[in-house]
């Protein structure tokens, strides 16, 4: 996701000089590459700690909204923290608060708490919220005008650089590979099952630690280096509930949750979905993962390239309706070709959050920075929707549960058929026809 919360507008900031700028460019894109890192392992914690704290389905979920529910929380005080200060401040922020939440792994794997664990991770989405909601604006201000949608799209890739270190890498770090079935574990003597689950929930330290080591080092970097002045707004954050008047908003609101929540349960229980339906080994699913990662970052582009001649609205119509289309089958049928049948679901999804972003706030005026903030927050969607897929699968199957994302993603179709357009639009779309 790459939500944007601006808080001072290029036109405003006078171009730094360009030796300070490219230090600072360079910095500003390792946070796309981190907190890219830390998202992008939720979906191998879900069956990690399920093994190493013996959790159901529905308690794995929560791993998921302990993560999401951050960016509704801290989304607001971390733009107010660098509108009354600055972005650098808050960068530097955000990257102690991460760090603190991934040392917190170590205790909480020598003493098995998932408590501990959901703890751990809310700190380090609450530091990535700080990261997401500066380095989006800044690194538009980091040079001339005219390139900033250029500088924007080169950073982003390397968020999906990030997501492939994450699954293709760390992933075969924390997973062991080690596969009992309950009667397996039964038939443990107590010492041999408190060993084996110590052994699984201590594999997630050294990973953690060294992101820790990273964030605080980065987190260095930049209270030495001389950033270039930028002319920022400082003060409170001006909230106004007027903005839902507009229907275009107001729904696209709804539709970045649903999208929110449809992405995080996708791609979080995918190693899960993949073991149950197509019989496939976690270590061999976190390959695949990659591959699902991989496929949403190239989508991306390409999707970039098509709205050059299709209009984003209808690109987003097609895209949603493919992905229920798709997401029929793997509920329906299932079986090994419903795991490639996901990647292209990815791949789908990969233009569906900045498109839903930049429609939503069309035409909003001076209620931009308003409607932005709400969007970030929907982002809540991610923590809410998949405890409903957690308690389909814990009560019926994986399979069937992956219904919720199948309903997030109609709810998105919808938003694009009927409500994408501000009412002025859409009021010419209709006489146009007439």
């Known amino acids: 996701m790459d939500p944007v919360l601006k808080t001072t507008s290029p036109e405003s900031a006078p171009v730094p000089r360009m030796g300070y700028a490219r230090i600072a460019f360079i910095l500003v894109i390792s946070l796309f590459f981190l907190w890219a890192l830390t998202s992008n392992l939720i979906p191998v914690l879900i069956p990690h700690l399920k093994k190493a704290c013996q959790l159901n389905d529905f308690q794995s979920a929560f791993i998921d909204s302990a993560y999401w529910i951050g960016y509704f929380f801290v989304a607001l005080p971390a733009a107010w923290v660098m ?93 062991s590979g080690k596969e009992y079935s309950a009667e397996q574990l039964n038939a443990m003597s107590p010492d041999a099952l408190n060993t084996y689950l110590l052994s699984e929930a201590r594999s997630v330290q050294v990973p953690y630690l060294t992101i820790a080591g990273v964030l605080v080092f980065v987190a260095f970097l930049f209270r030495m280096v001389r950033f270039p002045s930028v002319q920022e707004e400082h003060g409170g954050l001006s909230i106004n509930l007027r903005v839902f008047r507009h229907k275009h908003f107001r729904w696209g609101v709804i539709a970045q949750f649903a999208y929110v929540g449809a992405q995080v349960c996708v791609s979080s229980f995918f190693i899960r979905f993949a073991k149950y339906s197509g019989g496939m080994p976690e270590m061999e699913a976190t390959t695949f993962l990659g591959m699902l990662l991989l496929c949403f970052m190239i989508g991306r582009y390409a999707g970039t390239f098509l709205m050059k001649t299709i209009a984003p609205r209808v690109l987003l119509m097609f895209y949603s309706a493919g992905s229920v289309l798709l997401l029929c089958y793997c509920v329906l049928k299932g079986g090994r070709e419903s795991i490639y049948l996901l990647l292209v679901v990815e791949f789908f999804m990969s233009i569906m959050f900045p498109t839903i972003f930049s429609l939503a706030i069309k035409n909003l005026g001076n209620e931009t920075k308003s409607g932005s903030a709400f969007l970030v927050m929907s982002i809540v969607g991610g923590a809410l929707v998949p405890l409903g897929l957690g308690a389909i699968a814990f009560y019926y199957n994986v399979q069937l549960a992956y219904v919720v994302p199948l309903i997030c993603f109609g709810v998105v179709w919808y938003y694009s058929w009927r409500h994408a357009l501000p009412e002025e639009e859409t009021a010419k779309e209709i006489s146009a026809k007439l």
């Open 83 to 175: 509108r009354r200060w600055s972005y650098k401040t808050g960068i530097i922020t955000g990257l102690l608060i991460a760090a603190t939440g991934a040392v917190l792994f170590f205790p909480a794997a020598e003493i098995r708490s998932f408590g501990l664990f959901l703890f751990a991770l809310f700190l380090v989405a609450g530091g990535m919220t700080f990261l997401e909601t500066a380095a989006n604006p800044y690194i538009t201000i980091l040079g001339p005008e005219d390139t900033a949608v250029q500088r924007l799209n080169f950073a982003q890739a390397f968020n999906g650089l990030g997501a492939f270190v994450s699954a293709f890498f760390l992933s075969k770090v924390i997973l």
